[in-house]
């Protein structure tokens, strides 16, 4: 796999993550929705660190620098 989710993408993911995690944990969002956003934060967390994002990849997408 070729790295595909730059620097900032991959602290916008943490960032969007720990806000989903707080939103369904304090109780703000519950049920479906609840635990929809708490998966998507797992998958946001694991593309980050793996920095590979299978969307952007089906799509040709990266925010990596490029290098020269």
Do not use: E, H, Q, W
Request: include cysteine; charged fraction near 10%.
């Amino acid at each position: 796999m070729k790295a595909n989710v730059g620097n900032i993408d991959k602290a916008v993911r943490i960032v969007l993550a720990i806000v989903f995690a707080a939103l369904y944990f304090t109780g703000t969002v519950t049920g479906t929705v609840g635990i929809i956003l708490l998966v998507l934060g797992g998958v946001f967390v694991a593309t980050s660190l793996i920095s590979f994002c299978p969307l952007y990849a089906i799509f040709g997408m990266s925010t990596c620098p490029v290098k020269k």
